[in-house]
T-cell receptor, first 114, second 111 residues
Framework: KAGVTQTPRYLIKTRGQQVTLSCSPISGHRSVSWYQQTPGQGLQFLFE???????NKGNFPGRFSGRQFSNSRSEMNVSTLELGDSALYLC?????????????FGEGSRLTVL | QQPVQSPQAVILREGEDAVINCSSSKALYSVHWYRQKHGEAPVFLMILLKGGEQKGHEKISASFNEKKQQSSLYLTASQLSYSGTYFC????????????FGSGTQLTVLP
């Protein structure tokens, strides 16, 4: 069974640009969550999608948005990039929503903002 | 609210034991534990549910103290492969869906 796939793995952008990251969950998984990981901050929750609906949202500005498609693939978008947006963005999937299930993480998309 | 993990880092020799704590100021519903090796994705270790029993996986076990709103991860007779950053993720009663992670504990096992 293929794992969670994130693309691109690495990207470099400049301030003010926008970026779109993609996540393909494990086949059959309908919940996709996004996390931002920076040194010393751990994993900061961005949002969770389930069946194309946003179920939860973390404490991030409106520049961070996401969506989920009917095949459960998800994208997140960051507009008007700032230097502080440089981070590893992790996607995680699980069969259903709720917190009693194991999260399966992808290897992440490392974003560098110059 | 982000749970507090302690210690932030620990170095030990192969065969030694370690304990990592995860504390919350809010009533916990469940606690997840994950390990992330450098450059890799976090990998699930175990989940502890409110009212549940202590869970274990080989030489790694964990407990959930509801009174203290704290979970502890126990690594017994550490192996080199245990090195990595350990994260606890907490879900709170009333907001059960969202998982909030601590800032991590970096564990280094030396030969």
């Amino acid at each position: 069974k293929a794992g969670v796939t994130q693309t691109p793995r690495y990207l470099i952008k400049t301030r003010g640009q926008q970026v779109t990251l993609s996540c393909s969950p494990i086949s059959g998984h309908r919940s996709v969550s996004w996390y931002q990981q920076t040194p010393g901050q751990g994993l900061q929750f961005l949002f969770e999608y389930f069946s194309e609906t946003q179920r939860n949202k973390g404490n991030f500005p409106g520049r961070f948005s996401g969506r989920q498609f009917s095949n459960s693939r998800s994208e997140m978008n960051v507009s008007t990039l700032e230097l502080g947006d440089s981070a590893l963005y992790l996607c995680a999937s699980r069969p259903t929503t709720g917190n009693t299930g194991e999260l399966f993480f992808g290897e992440g998309s490392r974003l560098t903002v110059l | 609210q982000q749970p507090v993990q302690s210690p932030q880092a620990v170095i030990l020799r192969e065969g030694e034991d370690a304990v990592i704590n995860c504390s919350s100021s809010k009533a916990l519903y469940s606690v997840h534990w994950y390990r992330q090796k450098h450059g890799e994705a976090p990998v699930f270790l175990m989940i502890l549910l409110k009212g549940g029993e202590q869970k274990g996986h080989e030489k790694i076990s964990a407990s959930f103290n509801e009174k203290k709103q704290q979970s502890s991860l126990y690594l017994t007779a550490s192996q080199l492969s245990y090195s990595g950053t350990y994260f606890c993720g907490t879900a709170y009663s009333g907001s059960a869906r969202q998982l909030t992670f601590g800032s991590g504990t970096q564990l280094t096992v030396l030969p």
